[in-house]
C-alpha cells in the first residue's frame, strides 16, 4: 500500500511563510486528485487543496489566495507552499488521496503559527 511522507513543518511568526513536501511511495501519475489536508487540535481534518493529473487545483475558502499546491507525477511528491501564515494555519498537515476510500494516513507534519 502506498505510503506517504509529509515533511517541512515547523514554527513560524504570523505572516511567515512554509513549504511543504509530500513523498509517495508509489506513483501518483493516475491519481487523479491529490490534496493536502490538516486537522488541527480537537477538529475534524479538512481538506485544504487539492490538484488534479492535469494541474487544475482548488483551495478552501480559509486558505485561497494565501496557499499553493503543486505535484510532481515524475517525482511522485505534491508540495504545499503557504505564505502569508495565521495563527488560524496551526495544525498537523498530511497529504493523501482526495478519493472516498483513501489509502492510510502518513505522520504528517506539524505547523505552528504564533508570534
Known amino acids: 500500500q502506498v505510503q506517504f511522507v509529509e515533511s517541512g513543518g515547523g514554527l513560524v511568526r504570523p505572516g511567515g511563510s512554509l513549504r511543504l513536501s509530500c513523498a509517495a511511495s508509489?506513483?501518483?501519475?493516475?491519481?487523479?486528485?491529490m490534496g493536502w489536508y490538516r486537522q488541527a487540535a480537537g477538529k475534524q481534518r479538512e481538506l485544504v487543496a487539492g490538484?488534479?493529473?492535469?494541474?487544475?487545483?482548488n483551495y478552501a475558502d480559509s486558505v485561497k489566495g494565501r496557499f499553493t499546491i503543486s505535484r510532481d507525477n515524475a517525482k511522485n511528491t505534491v508540495d504545499l507552499t503557504m505564505n502569508n501564515l495565521k495563527p488560524e494555519d496551526t495544525a498537523v498537515y498530511y497529504c493523501n488521496y482526495v478519493i472516498a476510500t483513501q489509502p492510510a494516513w502518513g505522520q504528517g507534519t506539524q505547523v505552528t503559527v504564533s508570534s
Open positions: 490538484i488534479t493529473t492535469i494541474g487544475s487545483t
Open positions: 508509489e506513483s501518483i501519475l493516475r491519481i487523479y486528485q
